[in-house]
């Protein structure tokens, strides 16, 4: 169902609501990414329409909900109140729309997940491609970012559910979904490459090259259990530059197996002693008040990770 075919509707008994809905999307698509031009873009709207959308809920409203300056599209503290509750009203408008679809037998919808890289890189692709093809009616949108991004849209409802790493510091639902082992990585002209594990007592005195706290506390973590303050060189955001960091001699790092899928021939990866591991889940403000979709979804990433084949996936759930 395209929202915006109802800015051209008329003489519709319910014609105030639906432009309603068309403007608090408009309004929900400028926020999420912060221009009118790839807001106007992504909507098939022109610009002009876009600016007049905005204009007309701050005239309605009688206040401004967005900021326009050289570094870009803001939200004001007023926009930023009302935000959550338009989120919310096109959240159970999606849900409406796809329930009368289930009813009538149709499977329609959009999933807005929020995700890290190892997770899409590793599962989405192939998740998404056979969904698709049993839903090919049911559009999924992606948000990619850190831990603290993830937890924020989730919040804010800019996602329908994210992957994290558990535990989540905030009040969320969460469904665990795998136990991915934390490993250790070295050159490999590093001493130590000779041994098949390696303890935290032998990484002390190594110079680690950390992910950035935002993309993963679990190092962090493992570190305290062992009581071990890691001798920081370097702290990266991207797994990959980490990766390469090691491969050129400038340390050692710590990182978790779905990460460890293509490392150069001249980088080592040793079991670390202990069970050490982060736990990846799923988290939403309320598993039961999502849509249909995404409950279908939800089901699908469980079954599809169950399973030891693809073949044997059940998808009539």
């Known amino acids: 169902m395209n929202v915006f075919k109802v800015i051209v509707e008329k003489n519709s008994c319910n014609g105030v609501i639906k432009m309603s809905l068309a403007k608090f999307e408009i309004f929900s698509t400028v926020v999420e990414l912060g221009s009118l031009t790839e807001a106007s873009v992504k909507l098939g709207l022109t610009q002009s329409a876009v600016s007049h959308a905005l204009a007309s809920l701050e005239s309605e409203w009688g206040f401004s909900i967005l900021s326009r300056g050289r570094s870009g599209i803001h939200l004001t503290s ?40 190892s997770v899409s890189i ?90 950035k706290k935002s993309c993963d506390n679990d190092v962090r973590r493992i570190c305290k259990e062992n009581n071990m303050i890691p001798n920081v060189k370097f702290e990266l955001a991207d797994d990959q530059a980490i990766i390469s960091m090691v491969q050129n001699g400038m340390g050692i790092s710590i990182l978790p197996e779905m990460v460890l899928y293509r490392v150069p021939d001249n980088v080592r990866i040793l079991s670390l002693e202990g069970d050490h591991y982060r736990s990846i889940g799923i988290a939403a403000t309320s598993f039961k008040n999502v849509s249909p979709a995404v409950k279908k979804f939800i089901t699908y990433i469980q079954s599809w990770l169950n399973e030891s084949t693809q073949d044997n996936i059940n998808f009539s759930q």
């Open 78 to 117: 007023n926009g930023e109140l009302v935000l959550q509750y338009i989120r919310e009203i096109l959240k159970w408008n999606e849900q409406m729309v796809q329930q009368i679809a289930n009813i009538n037998g149709l499977e329609v919808g959009t999933i807005r997940i929020g995700t890290f890289s």
């Open 122 to 211: 590793q599962w989405l692709p192939e998740i998404m491609n056979y969904f698709n093809e049993y839903y090919p009616s049911i559009e999924i949108k992606l948000l990619e970012g850190d831990y603290n991004e993830i937890e924020h849209w989730i919040s804010s409802g800019a996602v329908d559910f994210g992957f994290l790493s558990l535990p989540t510091l905030k009040s969320f639902e969460v469904i665990p979904l795998k136990k991915d082992r934390m490993l250790c990585i070295l050159p490999d002209k590093h001493p130590l490459t000779q041994l098949s594990e390696i303890n935290f007592e032998q990484i002390k005195g190594e110079m680690l090259i950390m992910p």
